[in-house]
């Protein structure tokens, strides 16, 4: 308590400068299209039509990569695929180097080529070792990835175990940017401290006989110290918490064990006027793999081949494959495009996913947690693209959260930042209700309309006669709405200063 000091002012208006953009935009946003939609739409599968600065590019990602999915058109593809025999008797199938061939003919001419040659030369074998890097210092989107898959968390539901671990003294404050240790933090203690879990104790003795390593420099975002356990646990003792308990613990001991070292050795052959390789991997050092066992490199012994050795060709194939489109969108690969382009932060990203769960904008796949956008959730993203783009546009967000990251450094006026902003999307609104219609237009071929639906009146009131009234009519009453939301936040400002 001796050594308490004042709160950064800056970084204060900072947040309530956020809060209140998003609070004001975003109600000002939702009751309109959740009342407008669901006044003429029977089966939205949604009471609230929501929208959110963080959370509206946080679907559109997931809605790109669907569009992506379909369309895609695939386009076949050619290998040369040799089958090698050595003196010894064993077969071989190696790699082409030239990986494909997009064009049948000319991996047909290839085809003949290498049917013409009836041996193959090793023409040489070279041996490289390589490191995998342990990892840094555990950070918030660090973890939230690695629960969703490795774990099978939901983001939202991690948070969640994470804050009871962390109000039942078991590890640090969860809600960080930091992937780098203090100074003068003691890694010794808290190493000693896991190894009086039975589980841990074996490995915690052999880090400090060989000492620790240094741990990776990472970032210092200047808010918490990294993610690590405070306090020794069973499993029976945590029970649902267990799983995330043991990773935090698992994942700091990584970091301050050696990296992992594997050779890796690959033979070159020529077969005709091609070339051709073969690859084995030997671990020498597991390193960090002992404990996270999901990173270790996969090993594979190399066949009895020596260089200038002559090989029998048993066949050579030309097989026709396929691209194929990428995958949806996984939460772990969804948490990274937030963190790359500053939609959310450490703490709200769990929460912008989960929204968008919530409001059956998207499901979530029972393997591998992929993220599958609904209908509803496609129509909105391409709705809100035929209207005005920047409406989905990460970089629209991130430009913000520039200038509150300015506010909270005092290069930037709070004032100034949150009225130009305001003006920005008060626009924006003007001319989203003005073009709502196009919106509409896109529903209309994919939900029923509600008079066709057996519901006589909307969630909310009775239909409105006119298209065009019902539009002046919402303009008026959220134009009214975004100047009462600003006197509310000003009065909680007040209160809370006072």
Same mark, same amino acid.
């Given at each position: 308590?001796?050594?308490?000091?004042?709160?950064?002012?800056?970084?204060?208006?900072?947040?309530?400068?956020?809060?209140?953009?998003?609070?004001?935009?975003?109600?000002?946003?939702?009751?309109?299209?959740?009342?407008?939609?669901?006044?003429?739409?029977?089966?939205?599968?949604?009471?609230?039509?929501?929208?959110?600065?963080?959370?509206?590019?946080?679907?559109?990602?997931?809605?790109?990569?669907?569009?992506?999915?379909?369309?895609?058109?695939?386009?076949?593809?050619?290998?040369?695929?040799?089958?090698?025999?050595?003196?010894?008797?064993?077969?071989?199938?190696?790699?082409?180097?030239?990986?494909?061939?997009?064009?049948?003919?000319?991996?047909?001419?290839?085809?003949?080529?290498?049917?013409?040659?009836?041996?193959?030369?090793?023409?040489?074998?070279?041996?490289?070792?390589?490191?995998?890097?342990?990892?840094?210092?555990?950070?918030?989107?660090?973890?939230?990835?690695?629960?969703?898959?490795?774990?099978?968390?939901?983001?939202?539901?991690?948070?969640?175990?994470?804050?009871?671990?962390?109000?039942?003294?078991?590890?640090?404050?969860?809600?960080?940017?930091?992937?780098?240790?203090?100074?003068?933090?003691?890694?010794?203690?808290?190493?000693?401290?896991?190894?009086?879990?039975?589980?841990?104790?074996?490995?915690?003795?052999?880090? %400090?006989?060989?000492?620790?390593?240094?741990?990776?420099?990472?970032?210092?975002?200047?808010?918490?110290?990294?993610?690590?356990?405070?306090?020794?646990?069973?499993?029976?003792?945590?029970?649902?918490?267990?799983?995330?308990?043991?990773?935090?613990?698992?994942?700091?001991?990584?970091?301050?064990?050696?990296?992992?070292?594997?050779?890796?050795?690959?033979?070159?052959?020529?077969?005709?006027?091609?070339?051709?390789?073969?690859?084995?991997?030997?671990?020498?050092?597991?390193?960090?793999?002992?404990?996270?066992?999901?990173?270790?490199?996969?090993?594979?012994?190399?066949?009895?081949?020596?260089?200038?050795?002559?090989?029998?060709?048993?066949?050579?194939?030309?097989?026709?494959?396929?691209?194929?489109?990428?995958?949806?969108?996984?939460?772990?690969?969804?948490?990274?495009?937030?963190?790359?382009?500053?939609?959310?932060?450490?703490?709200?990203?769990?929460?912008?996913?989960?929204?968008?769960?919530?409001?059956?904008?998207?499901?979530?796949?029972?393997?591998?947690?992929?993220?599958?956008?609904?209908?509803?959730?496609?129509? %909105?993203?391409?709705?809100?693209?035929?209207?005005?783009?920047?409406?989905?546009?990460?970089?629209?967000?991130?430009?913000?959260?520039?200038?509150?990251?300015?506010?909270?450094?005092?290069?930037?006026?709070?004032?100034?930042?949150?009225?130009?902003?305001?003006?920005?999307?008060?626009?924006?609104?003007?001319?989203?209700?003005?073009?709502?219609?196009?919106?509409?237009?896109?529903?209309?071929?994919?939900?029923?309309?509600?008079?066709?639906?057996?519901?006589?009146?909307?969630?909310?009131?009775?239909?409105?006669?006119?298209?065009?009234?019902?539009?002046?009519?919402?303009?008026?009453?959220?134009?009214?709405?975004?100047?009462?939301?600003?006197?509310?936040?000003?009065?909680?400002?007040?209160?809370?200063?006072?």
């Amino acid at each position: 308590m001796a050594t308490l000091i004042r709160p950064n002012k800056n970084e204060a208006l900072s947040v309530d400068a956020r809060m209140e953009l998003d609070l004001r935009i975003g109600c000002a946003f939702t009751r309109f299209q959740t009342k407008y939609f669901n006044g003429k739409f029977g089966d939205l599968n949604s009471a609230t039509i929501s929208f959110g600065p963080c959370q509206t590019p946080t679907l559109a990602f997931c809605v790109r990569r669907h569009d992506e999915i379909q369309h895609f058109k695939p386009e076949p593809y050619w290998v040369p695929t040799p089958t090698l025999v050595t003196p010894s008797g064993e077969k071989l199938m190696p790699a082409w180097t030239k990986h494909a061939v997009f064009n049948r003919q000319v991996g047909e001419l290839i085809l003949k080529n290498l049917k013409d040659s009836k041996t193959a030369l090793v023409t040489s074998i070279s041996t490289a070792e390589h490191t995998k890097a342990r990892p840094g210092a555990l950070n918030t989107v660090a973890l939230l990835r690695v629960a969703s898959s490795g774990l099978g968390l939901a983001p939202h539901h991690t948070m969640q175990l994470a804050e009871r671990l962390y109000t039942s003294g078991y590890i640090s404050y969860p809600r960080t940017e930091t992937s780098s240790y203090p100074d003068n933090f003691d890694l010794k203690a808290v190493a000693q401290e896991i190894g009086k879990t039975n589980m841990y104790a074996g490995i915690v003795q052999g880090i %400090l006989q060989k000492g620790i390593q240094k741990p990776k420099k990472g970032t210092d975002a200047g808010d918490h110290p990294p993610i690590t356990p405070t306090k020794a646990a069973t499993e029976a003792v945590l029970g649902e918490s267990w799983r995330l308990y043991d990773y935090v613990c698992r994942h700091f001991l990584a970091t301050i064990m050696n990296d992992c070292k594997y050779m890796e050795t690959t033979a070159a052959i020529s077969l005709g006027k091609e070339e051709f390789k073969i690859t084995a991997t030997k671990v020498i050092d597991p390193g960090f793999t002992k404990v996270l066992e999901h990173q270790a490199v996969s090993t594979s012994d190399m066949m009895e081949i020596k260089e200038k050795m002559i090989l029998k060709v048993e066949e050579v194939r030309l097989i026709e494959k396929k691209t194929t489109p990428p995958d949806y969108l996984t939460e772990s690969e969804l948490i990274k495009l937030m963190e790359e382009n500053s939609v959310g932060t450490d703490a709200s990203i769990p929460v912008h996913i989960n929204n968008i769960c919530q409001r059956n904008y998207v499901t979530v796949s029972p393997t591998g947690r992929k993220l599958i956008p609904t209908t509803l959730g496609i129509m %909105l993203v391409h709705g809100y693209e035929k209207i005005d783009p920047d409406l989905v546009l990460a970089t629209m967000r991130g430009a913000v959260e520039k200038q509150l990251n300015l506010i909270a450094i005092g290069q930037a006026d709070f004032g100034a930042v949150r009225d130009h902003t305001l003006k920005i999307f008060k626009a924006k609104f003007r001319y989203f209700v003005e073009k709502v219609a196009l919106m509409e237009g896109l529903f209309e071929g994919s939900f029923t309309a509600l008079n066709d639906s057996g519901k006589p009146f909307s969630r909310y009131f009775l239909l409105l006669p006119s298209q065009k009234f019902t539009r002046l009519f919402f303009f008026f009453f959220f134009s009214c709405l975004f100047n009462l939301l600003g006197l509310a936040c000003v009065g909680m400002s007040v209160c809370l200063s006072t």
